[in-house]
């Protein structure tokens, strides 16, 4: 997907083509500047207990893969699919991803689409297809320009050797080589444009969390931008602020994402710091304990087959919760620091 520019030599130019190689080079390589997609992680609620050898698999692929292992990580996703193969169309469609990576010295486009087109053909009903037929379509379209600045780019070089042997036709050539250029970098834009869209998000984009109870509703906004929503489920006792230990209801007020857990029931966690100061203070007029352990949380392990109809009663004990791919998503995008607006 990250596409190389040819290195073009010119005879009495090299000074300038280089500076406009350079740049070429620049203009591909923001293909994955705006990349969101890594492995899925896996954590819980308000108790910590341990994974499955599947997630924690999961878990050291995606590890390998920020530490730029990229070979040890392709390996570990390969004995997920050895060993899991009902986790066969996630894996390859990160393995896809990875293939791709622009940091990965040893990407190959290639492999790159076989993964998502075997994950297409062989999993009609996975929840990546969707997102799989779309990354097939622009990895083959920046292949496709690609191909065309380099058939452009031969074709200045051919021109330019024509003006060293052909004095007289200098004028005419230089003309026709400015306009090639132009068109070229025409081409390097569009490119750049259509590389910026195949991923919506940038990782760890999200500086506020926003909780609407009575609309059952979660958004991710970045630099006051709505980025995406979800329908949530809330604790079982919805209505007003959480008051004390037990009470069922969800917190209302700001907070901050202050951890995140990755081996409880609940899949993945991101764990609230309620209670705030405002928070200590009601629950010791009431003469209470306030209560802890809020979380924007996943499904229960092994309840994931549920999905958003999840949604269709507030089951937490005052947690926040979306469906395990939400989850895996949200704390992507939300570090440690997030704020938290809980509004009723």
């Not at 021109?159 to 026709?176: A, D, F, S």
Request: with cysteine; proline share 3%.
């Amino acid at each position: 997907m990250f596409l190389r520019s040819s290195n073009i030599v010119l005879t009495d130019t090299k000074s300038n083509m280089g500076k406009k190689q350079s740049r070429m080079g620049k203009h591909l390589n923001v293909f994955f500047a705006c990349i969101i997609m890594a492995p899925l992680l896996l954590c819980g609620c308000s108790h910590f207990d341990g994974g499955s050898q599947a997630k924690l698999t999961f878990i050291e692929a995606n590890d390998f893969f920020s530490q730029g292992n990229y070979t040890a990580s392709l390996a570990k996703y390969q004995q997920i699919t050895e060993k899991y193969p009902t986790a066969g169309d996630r894996v390859l469609f990160e393995m896809g991803i990875v293939y791709a990576y622009p940091g990965n010295e040893q990407k190959d486009y290639q492999r790159s689409l076989k993964c998502f087109q075997k994950l297409i053909k062989d999993y009609p009903g996975s929840e990546y297809r969707k997102d799989s037929a779309l990354m097939v379509f622009n990895i083959n379209n920046v292949i496709i320009k690609d191909s065309t600045i380099a058939t452009q780019h031969t074709h200045i070089e051919t021109l330019q050797q024509e003006i060293k042997n052909n004095g007289n036709e200098l004028v005419t050539l230089q003309n026709k080589i400015e306009a090639l250029e132009q068109e070229v970098r025409s081409k390097e834009s569009e490119n750049v444009k259509l590389q910026k869209e195949i991923f919506a998000f940038p990782k760890g984009a999200v500086d506020k969390i926003l909780i609407e109870k009575k609309v059952r509703r979660l958004t991710l906004v970045s630099k006051g931008k709505v980025l995406k929503t979800y329908q949530i489920a809330l604790g079982g006792n919805p209505n007003g602020p959480k008051e004390r230990q037990g009470d069922n209801k969800t917190p209302e007020g700001s907070y901050v994402i202050d951890s995140r857990n990755r081996g409880s029931l609940y899949h993945l966690s991101l764990h609230i710091s309620y209670p705030n100061e405002k928070d200590k203070k009601r629950a010791k007029q009431l003469g209470v304990s306030p209560g802890g352990d809020i979380m924007i949380h996943g499904l229960k392990n092994g309840f994931s087959w549920v999905g958003d109809r999840h949604r269709e009663a507030d089951w937490t004990k005052g947690c926040i919760a979306v469906t395990d791919e939400e989850i895996v998503e949200i704390a992507k995008l939300a570090p440690n620091g997030t704020i938290v607006e809980i509004r009723p």
